[in-house]
């Protein structure tokens, strides 16, 4: 179920939005509500809803008394997390650590595999989630979000919650899903403890901040009576607990304390008539004990290029020793530019406050209306330089210009290797992003440092950041692979793990890009498996080699009938790449074959679909 759609020029601002949109989700429910039933009152918008009993007679009622028994320690708590990336699954796991050594009985769970039961049932519940595309659920949180929109949807009078959400506030839909959640769980009478939080891109600090306070208000909610043991004492869960520790060198690299890597190779991968630049790098993991499964991805510490910080630094008319204080850290201006901020993408916040500053038509114009497709055309091709020349006569401190910068976010890479078939190191596949605005020369910031600032040896901080939602299944089972351009990169992964470990699992590959001479990433290495039998199908989609533009998604609808066939076989279909257009397309294309080889309408391929996603066989990682 969708939530009530806002046209743009709603006199309502988004927090209002999302609580509207959860409140008016949930009126069915309390319409059908039997008398005695709990009934949310409006509170503020966005803030708690209060939760009163309603009598036979339909007469308001004093709030229902605590239980007289209070139960021994805080009782259970039940952590959901949705993810599309493995962030939000991250900071779950923080807050069942932390949870556990307040004393809760915690159950984590993955929105995908969670149930409405677990969540109505719940007495205290924490739910960290994270928005995907235009303020759209993670792809694993999808059929749970529809059951709790959904006009069947219990009422959750018993259960008290807290919600994480994270987010990216260069897209309209910030937290979107995480204020679609929260509003639902207060609309159906849950009780919120502490108000949401909305953590940006750089959403470790904001999260640090917040689970404390969300714990502590989860401890000091009502609890539910202790549950009855199921265990004998005598067998205690240190042992679990404990395990970790026998690995201490691979537990101390991670998200905090990044590994410094050295990248051992780059090479170009496309042709020298290619659009694109796409590279090969392979990293090496030393003696670190890092370890990484298929699917995973690889967090890169981008640094700023030199030339953009010099420039930066000229314009503030500063020297760059200048010492500043950021969040109780004191650094160098220099430092902070070219480590901790963002200058390729200029934050909405600066746009807001250059307009204010400068008094520049267009920009006030664009900051007043809200309209933001025209601010992101506006903004497209533009960094932070841009910004602070919108006004040459502008004058700006450097604790002005940090105030208002976005910090510096790692880059997560899909990884293109097998631990098993390339140990002690990580692959990448990345297109280098080069192009030229208002007469300056601009470049990924994360893509170019890899491709031009890393030689010598140079260490580059990395970290694993596991997707356990983009797992291979069992070895002897058939895989379809859609993957174009540099979304190939987990798939040659898959492709050297299953080779690695003797699968004899059927492998369908799609992949495709603009030209076959200069564009066909890995092509040795797949005309080797296709002929060793390891790739049991490779379909190709070259858009330009032809008049009419072939695209992967084309193949897949050249090949439904046995794509069908695949599926009905048990195969698990894998998407990787852009999530804007391919993404998209692809689940078009899946549905229609769905549609068309199952003598199915729109509403049995959907569910059709729903049920490979419930069962795991449709994963994608798109960005």
């Known amino acids: 179920m969708e939530l009530p759609y806002y046209p743009s020029d709603t006199p309502f601002n988004g927090e209002q939005k999302a609580w509207l949109a959860g409140f008016l989700a949930g009126l069915n429910t309390r319409l ?83 149930t409405l039961e677990q969540v109505a049932g719940a007495t205290k519940l924490l739910a960290v989630v994270s928005t995907y595309g235009e303020g759209e659920m993670p792809d694993d949180a999808e059929d749970l979000w529809s059951e709790i929109a959904g006009p069947e949807a219990p009422r959750m009078e018993g259960v008290s919650f807290a919600v994480c959400g994270l987010g990216d506030t260069i897209y309209d839909g910030f937290c979107q899903a995480a204020k679609n959640l929260d509003a639902r769980l207060a609309a159906l009478g849950a009780t919120r403890v502490v108000d949401r939080a909305e953590c940006d891109i750089d959403f470790q600090p904001a999260a640090d901040a917040w689970m404390p306070g969300a714990l502590d208000a989860l401890l000091a909610a009502g609890s539910a009576p202790a549950a009855a043991p199921v265990a004998p004492v005598a067998e205690p869960a240190a042992e679990p607990v404990a395990e970790p520790a026998a690995e201490p060198v691979a537990e101390a690299w991670g998200r905090k304390n990044p590994y410094p890597a050295t990248i051992i190779e780059n090479t170009v991968l496309s042709g020298p008539a290619s659009a694109k630049e796409v590279r090969h790098f392979v990293v090496s993991l030393g003696d670190s004990g890092i370890e990484y499964e298929p699917g995973d991805g690889l967090s890169v510490h981008a640094v700023n290029d030199a030339a953009l910080v010099e420039l930066v630094l000229a314009r503030l008319g500063a020297t760059g020793d200048e010492l500043i204080t950021d969040r109780k850290t004191e650094r160098t201006l220099r430092d902070a530019l070219t480590n901790h901020y963002e200058l390729a993408t200029p934050s909405k916040y600066l746009v807001d406050y250059i307009a204010s500053r400068s008094g520049d038509a267009e920009l006030t114009h664009l900051s007043a209306t809200g309209d933001h497709e025209a601010l992101d055309a506006w903004l497209w091709g533009r960094d932070v330089l841009d910004l602070l020349n919108v006004d040459p006569t502008l004058t700006i401190t450097p604790e002005e210009l940090v105030n208002e910068l976005r910090p510096l976010a790692p880059r997560v890479y899909s990884i293109s290797s097998s631990p098993r078939a390339h140990a002690g190191t990580v692959h990448l596949t990345v297109a280098a ?8 020369d601009r470049g990924g910031v994360c893509s170019t440092f890899l491709a031009d600032r890393c030689g010598d040896g140079a260490p580059i901080s990395v970290y694993i950041t596991p997707n356990r939602s983009f797992r291979l299944p069992d070895d002897d089972a058939p895989v379809i692979m859609i993957g174009p351009g540099t979304g190939v990169a987990p798939f040659r992964s898959f492709l050297h793990e299953r080779a690695a470990r003797g699968a004899t699992g059927e492998n369908w590959l799609f992949f495709g890009d603009q030209h076959r001479e200069s564009d066909y990433l890995y092509a040795e290495e797949l005309a080797r498996f296709t002929d060793d039998g390891l790739l049991t199908r490779l379909d190709l989609a070259f858009s330009r080699d032809q008049e009419h533009k072939i695209y992967v998604q084309d193949r897949m609808a050249e090949n439904g009938a046995e794509f069908y066939d695949w599926l009905e076989r048990g195969a698990s279909v894998f998407v990787c790449g852009d999530a804007t257009r391919m993404a998209h397309d692809v689940d078009t294309a899946l549905h229609e074959i769905v549609a068309k080889q199952g003598g199915l309408d729109a509403d049995g391929a959907a569910h059709y679909v729903d049920q490979l996603k419930q069962q795991k066989r449709y994963l994608r990682d798109v960005y």
């Open 32 to 114: 059908a509500m039997p008398a005695g039933a709990a009934v949310p009152t409006a509170g503020a918008v966005g803030g708690p809803v209060a939760t009163l009993e309603r009598p036979a007679d339909g007469t308001a009622a004093e709030p229902a008394a605590a239980e007289a028994a209070a139960p021994a320690g805080p009782g259970s708590l039940l952590i959901i997390y949705g993810t599309q990336s493995g962030n939000a699954e991250w900071i779950a796991d923080q807050a069942k650590d932390a949870a556990t050594e307040l004393g809760f009985d915690v159950t984590l769970a993955d929105m995908g595999e969670a």
């Open 433 to 440: 992003v080069r192009y030229r605005s208002l007469d300056r």
